[in-house]
């Protein structure tokens, strides 16, 4: 065990944990955040997804001590209690079944929107085709990414 | 409940042993108690998460359904809280409950919250299962609500000193229609106190009180696309699941599986394990192994570290998935249902003019949660509490109580969001591994499967291999049917079985039988008067601790009947040279009415999918010129069918690249006729799911095995629709088939599962359309469809 130094959602936290530990369970058990979730720990299915330097990054096979830079989860991207525009168009499309796969789902399109705001329905696939849900969400969570690039919230658009 | 980012109330209050005491004295009658919830005094996550756990003193009683104070209760707050015995498995159907009750009790949705699924708080409605959440359960809920609202209108008409039918009632407040000033609401007549009424019904299903439900003309929350309200907590991460759940003295286990099937544990080497940091204990009893760490990683690392040693058995456990329609084909069946015969099938086969016959081939296909199973057990007191997303929480709680050997009474289920449950999914075993570690322990245990273990030894849909035979007349009327399927799926696995579940069967324990299997008849409403039909299950050579278990699945055996059986019915409209979708109109135009309108709705729905596709008459295949150089070919295929009193078609269009032998699905259309629709955008929402799903195992799902164990245990060795495969576009359109579509009686059917079922047929009739190339074994997975591709140009 060792003491370790990370930044999450804008806070500073020091776990004392072997550095090895995949940074899933240091989030979800130390610091006891629940959006990044167990799913593979292959990082095969995107379930455990958080952002790192703006690159999505598997939590379940990134060891805590490799981590550099700012972590943000599925928590951390509503600001001052205002959702980020992919949770609105999120619920707007009411794009979850069980949900349980759908953290991997807004923060793979997360880094998407960030580094390609207006992405093609092709880019779109090809960004989140590692992103997998076994309720089978992906016709919704497509038009939920298109409609929070368009960054239009009309109730009942965009079907 | 504005809050997003606050935990659901429902949640909260399950998981807030203060208010579940609460709840217990309030249905047991102890004294006019307000009851401590109130919609705006909600604790904290923080404080909850500190709360004590569980430490409620039980015993945990049933709660009694024929009460209405189980059901419904009125806050002082005007707002209310329903109790119901079902869960959700991310369909929204919380949110369809909801719509139900305030519907008939006469409240606005957002003034009401609803409890689902913990077995000592919630009237037991035995979870969910076969779809018919809406349809069977929701009308005691109806009921139960219709009662609250006419005994609040009686008391109202004390209060106001006016007969009841000169009074109105809107948003849980009662007026005179005269004088809508003077008025009352429900807060006022009884909030926070109990209703104090008996109801009657045989059984939970039949519950009732005297008043009757609204005609549908009369439902206002009904039919109004709300919002699910739980998919705010769910996409800003608020909301704590069954797998988040965190208790003080909480420790973390991993299975230690077989490592090959009909394995017999010999050795444990503890010394391998003793150094892992937090390594607490390794627990074994036959073989059944595990190892507990006080951290979740230590546990994961432990399990891999620890050396076993294991005999072989003497025999191959199966045949290898390559050789298992082989097996199943030659394999001396378990039991062989009566044949069923109408007609004189010899006899119209003798005058038919043109035979044809076809065989067809499903494999084992997975459960596969996304989500690992797992689930947490609290042995503190005496007590056992699990808390999991079993969707059958109230058989969860009676057998792990029975497993343990302990009184009901002391052992509860609380049920919490998780991953999907398409059925007896491995949620059931890991609530019986976490209940009997905690028991050993002595502290609150969590479990959760991996990867390999998930997709390894989770139940499995039965193989199925079939073979039919069809006549044609000269004209190409279908004259005689044959139909025969055979099912490996001896041995099924019901639900929460405490000498079933997996650990039971790694301990030794057995049932005095095995469970037969079933599979089922096509379900199509077809007249084919001459026609036999016959099944047969099959075993493989290991019964018990085997990897290949079969248990319920999303529709048990729908999609791989109609698979065989709507494919087969295309195979004969192309040879009758007739459009497939006016070659199932004449089919069904030539049948009889049943009770449930079932030939009526099948018209209209296949009507309906053909309208809505824009289908041009034309038989299959496409006709293409011999000189097209084309790469992509396209084409469409219709599948219909019904569950239950559910009916459905699809028509899948597709684009087959001939060099590679991918198989897109560029666009779905569904008609569905489910009768009353409660949420007409959560309905559209299940139903194009359940399409897609169908969609992943027509294209990837396939259980691959040696004769020794499961080999494909992740995403890239089991396979799985993922966004690259989804359509451009779906349709769904909702139908109301019945003959009186406006009647005030019509009732809600299921929805969960029909729309799963036709996909795979309406696929390869799509592929066929398109190439001419029947596809009878599924999944079409890019290999194949090129072998198959190929093979027909050689």
């Known amino acids: ?159 | 409940m504005s809050n997003p980012l606050q935990l659901p109330p429902e949640l909260e209050d399950a998981l807030n042993g203060l208010n579940q005491a609460s709840r217990r004295s309030f249905l047991a009658g102890s004294g006019a108690l307000a009851i401590s919830l109130s919609l705006g005094a909600l604790p904290s996550a923080k404080a909850l998460a500190q709360a004590p756990s569980a430490a409620a003193a039980g015993p945990y009683p049933d709660p009694d359904f024929l009460e209405l104070d189980t059901w419904i209760v009125i806050h002082a707050n005007n707002t209310a809280t329903f109790y119901v015995g079902k869960t959700d498995g991310g369909q929204g159907t919380g949110t369809a409950f909801r719509q139900m009750m305030c519907d008939e009790l006469d409240i606005a949705y957002d003034k009401t919250r609803l409890i689902m699924g913990c077995t000592d708080i919630t009237p037991d409605q035995g979870g969910s299962g076969g779809s018919d959440g809406v349809e069977t359960d929701g009308r005691p809920m109806r009921r139960v609500a219709a009662e609250a609202r006419r005994v609040l209108l009686e008391l109202g008409g004390q209060h106001l000193a006016t007969p009841v039918e000169m009074l109105a009632v809107a948003n849980a407040t009662i007026s005179l229609k005269s004088n809508p000033a003077r008025k009352v609401t429900y807060a006022e007549l009884i909030g926070g106190k109990r209703f104090n009424i008996a109801l009657s019904g045989r059984n939970v299903d039949f519950t009732t009180g005297q008043a009757a439900i609204k005609p549908v003309g009369d439902l206002r929350v009904i039919g109004h696309s709300h919002k699910r309200y739980d998919i705010p907590p769910k996409v800003d991460g608020s909301l704590r699941w069954a797998v988040d759940v965190k208790l003080p003295r909480m420790v973390h286990a991993r299975n230690v599986r077989p490592p090959f099937a009909g394995a017999k544990l010999q050795r444990i080497d503890e010394t391998t394990v003793r150094d892992v940091p937090g390594f607490i204990r390794v627990v074994s009893r036959g073989n059944y192994v595990a190892v507990i760490c006080e951290r979740e990683e230590q546990a994961i690392r432990a399990a891999r570290q620890l050396k076993t040693e294991w005999q072989r058995p003497d025999a191959a456990a199966f045949p290898a998935s390559s050789e298992l329609f082989d097996y199943m084909r030659r394999a001396t069946p378990t039991s062989t249902s009566e044949p069923r015969i109408e007609g004189d099938p010899d006899a119209a086969f003798k005058g038919a003019k043109h035979v044809i016959e076809a065989e067809f081939e499903v494999p084992f296909q997975g459960h596969s949660s996304i989500g690992p199973a797992h689930a947490l057990a609290d042995p503190s007191d005496g007590q056992m509490t699990i808390y999991s997303n079993d969707m059958k929480s109230y058989s969860h709680r009676t057998g792990i109580a029975k497993f343990l050997g302990m009184p009901r009474e002391k052992v509860r289920v609380i049920y919490m969001d998780g991953p999907q449950v398409y059925g007896r999914t491995a949620a059931d075993d890991a609530g019986f591994e976490a209940a009997f570690l905690a028991k050993e322990l002595g502290r609150p245990v969590r479990v959760q499967w991996m990867r390999d273990e998930e997709a390894g030894w989770d139940t499995k849909g039965p193989a199925h291999v079939f073979k039919l035979r069809g006549g044609l007349d000269e004209r190409g009327k279908l004259v005689a049917l044959e139909y025969d399927a055979c099912a490996a799926d001896y041995n099924h696995l019901w639900y929460n079985e405490p000498d079933t579940v997996l650990i039971a069967q790694l301990m030794g324990r057995r049932p005095a039988q095995p469970a037969k299997g079933s599979t089922e008849a096509p379900t199509a409403m077809y007249a084919i008067a001459n026609r036999r039909t016959t099944s047969r299950i099959v075993g493989l050579p290991l019964i018990w601790e085997t990897p290949l278990r079969t248990g319920n699945l999303r529709d048990p055996n729908g999609p791989q009947v109609t698979f065989a059986f709507e494919s087969f019915i295309d195979e004969l409209a192309a040879a009758a040279r007739a459009d497939p979708i006016q070659f199932r109109l004449d089919l069904l135009e030539q049948a009889k009415e049943d009770d449930m309108f079932r030939k009526s709705r099948s018209l209209a729905v296949v009507r309906a999918a053909a309208k809505a596709y824009g289908w041009d008459t034309r038989p299959s295949p496409k006709p293409r010129p011999a000189t097209s150089l084309d790469k992509v070919l396209t084409g469409r295929g219709v599948a219909y069918t019904y569950r239950n009193k559910t009916i459905v078609a699809v028509i899948a269009e597709v684009e087959v690249n001939l060099e590679t032998g991918r198989v897109w699905a560029k666009r779905l259309v569904c008609a569905h006729d489910c009768g009353l629709v409660i949420n007409p955008e959560g309905l559209r929402y299940t139903v194009e799911c359940g399409m897609l799903h169908g969609l992943s195992r027509a294209l990837w799902e396939e259980v691959q095995f040696d004769t020794e164990k499961v080999t494909s245990v992740n995403w890239a060795s089991y396979p799985s629709l993922r966004h690259s495969d989804t359509p451009e576009t779906i349709d769904v359109v909702l139908v109301n088939g019945d003959p009186n579509p406006g009647r005030p009686d019509l009732a809600p059917y299921g929805a969960g599962e029909c729309s799963h079922k036709p996909l795979i047929a309406a696929v390869a009739n799509a592929v066929y359309d398109a190439t001419g190339v029947r596809l009878r074994r599924a999944p079409f997975r890019s290999e194949r469809v090129l072998a198959a591709l190929q093979a027909q140009s050689t």
């Not at chain 1, 095969?44 to 958080?50: I, K």
């Not at chain 1, 989860?73 to 992919?86: A, D, R, W």
């Open chain 1, 1 to 159: 065990m060792s003491i370790v130094k990370l930044h999450v959602n804008g806070a500073s936290h020091e776990v004392d944990v072997d550095p090895s530990t995949p940074l899933l369970y240091v989030l979800r058990n130390d610091l006891d955040l629940r959006g990044p979730r167990f799913g593979c720990g292959l990082g095969q299915c995107s379930v455990c997804t958080v952002i790192i330097g703006g690159t999505a990054v598997r939590s379940c096979i990134t060891p805590v001590s490799a981590v550099r830079g700012e972590v943000t989860t599925l928590e951390g991207l509503s600001k001052n209690g205002k959702l980020h525009p992919l949770q609105e168009a999120w619920i707007e499309e009411q794009a979850a079944q069980c949900g349980y796969c759908q953290n991997g789902q807004i923060m793979t399109a997360k880094a998407l929107l960030d580094r390609n705001p207006h992405p093609s329905d092709a880019e779109i696939r090809e960004a989140m085709d590692g992103a997998l849900c076994r309720c089978m969400t992906f016709y919704r969570v497509q038009a939920a990414i298109r409609r929070a690039a368009r960054g239009t919230m009309t109730p009942g658009e965009g079907k």
